[in-house]
Nanobody
Framework: QVQVVESGGGVVQAGDSLRLSCAAS????????MGWFRQSPGKEREFVAA????????YYTDSVKGRFTISRDNAKNTVYLQMNSLKPEDTAVYYC??????????????????WGQGTQVTVSS
């Protein structure tokens, strides 16, 4: 069974940067599209960013475009989320997710079947 483990969360101030990492195991990593989601207290979990198997295609929710960058290193079985210009509204538990994908460049925000436990990101004003 696919396992994904997030790391890199923490407490930062508004305007700071943070990089989240997600390591996947028990998987042929390059056959999985990867995504990041987040959930704030009292809110539903929302999509943040996704990256295709190949790494050539990415997709972001509007609120993070231009500030967050998703990337992957298939040799290390790891996906990253670089978060710049953080805002208090970015405060949430961030989850990494994986889904098997037949097409190398297809990317989306649904049908992720494997999830990590989450890592807390807190942005103070």
């Amino acid at each position: 069974q696919v396992q994904v483990v997030e790391s890199g969360g923490g407490v930062v101030q508004a305007g700071d940067s943070l990089r989240l990492s997600c390591a996947a195991s028990r998987v042929f990593f390059s056959t999985y599209a990867m995504g990041w989601f987040r959930q704030s207290p009292g809110k539903e979990r929302e999509f943040v960013a996704a990256i295709s198997r190949s790494g050539d295609s990415t997709y972001y929710t509007d609120s993070v475009k231009g500030r967050f960058t998703i990337s992957r290193d298939n040799a290390k079985n790891t996906v990253y989320l670089q978060m710049n210009s953080l805002k208090p509204e970015d405060t949430a538990v961030y989850y990494c997710a994986a889904k098997f994908e037949m097409y190398p460049d297809r990317v989306g925000n649904q049908e992720y079947g494997y999830w990590g436990q989450g890592t807390q990101v807190t942005v103070s004003s």
